[in-house]
């Protein structure tokens, strides 16, 4: 089975920075098949990317996602206070698996 | 826009069955190239995908649930349903029914959820 670690497990920032959120896969996932949600306290996650870097309807152009193989980065190039939540990845195959998150909060 | 409720018994007790249905509206279960699935979260901690079913009833499972669970489809009441048998506490959590679009065979992502209820086994 494919384990995702996710990190850094919390992510101090403040409005306007970078954050840049990582997830391993402990085997080759291939190019395509992460996907990566927001959670907010109290909502279900929210579908943000798919196939690694495509945005999902309606995301903001400041979320981007890259990688292939074992490693996939989620970026988020200016925060915005909407933004600080829990990020998951996903790997989508045989099974689905998710990564344990990384909290994103203000410093 | 499609939508997921889910509902079931807020309580359940140990060695019991959990019961879940999961109503979809704005669109049919039946049309579209989707998998429907459940996934749960215990509070403070990671998600965990349970299952999923196609609407010809077709069904997959995590391997570590999969001598528990039951997934089915009701395509004339637009629904599907979860049954978790023998449940402990460890399997508190919130339970959240999503729409899986179809990659390949088997492999989908989530882009509707619906908002989770939470389950609590003790007796």
């Known amino acids: 089975e494919i384990v995702l670690t996710q990190s850094p497990g919390t992510l101090s920032l403040s409005p306007g920075e970078r954050a840049t959120l990582s997830c391993r896969a402990s085997?080759?996932?291939?190019?395509?098949?992460v996907a990566w949600y927001q959670q907010k306290p109290g909502q279900a996650p929210r579908l943000l990317i798919y196939g690694a870097s495509s945005r999902a309807t309606g995301v903001p152009d400041r979320f981007s996602g890259s990688g292939s193989g074992t490693d996939f980065t989620l970026t988020i190039s200016r925060l915005e206070p909407e933004d600080f939540a829990v990020y998951y990845c996903?790997?989508?195959?045989?099974?689905?698996?998710f990564g344990g998150g990384t909290k994103v909060e203000i410093k | 826009q499609v939508q997921l409720q889910e509902s079931g018994p807020g309580l359940v007790k140990p060695s019991q069955t959990l019961s879940l249905t999961c109503t979809v509206s704005g669109g049919s279960i039946s049309s579209g190239n989707y998998y429907w699935s459940w996934i749960r979260q215990p509070a403070g901690k990671g998600l965990e995908w349970i299952g999923r079913i196609y609407n010809s009833g077709s069904t997959q499972y995590n391997s570590s649930l999969k001598s528990r669970v039951t997934i089915s489809v009701d395509t004339s009441k637009n629904q599907f349903s979860l049954k978790l048998s023998s449940v402990t506490a460890a399997d508190t959590a919130v339970y959240f029914c999503a729409r899986g679009v179809v990659v390949t065979v088997a492999a989908h992502y989530f882009d509707n959820w619906g908002q989770g209820t939470l389950v609590t086994v003790s007796s």
């Open positions: 085997q080759s996932v291939g190019s395509r098949y």
């Open positions: 996903q790997r989508y195959g045989s099974s689905s698996t």
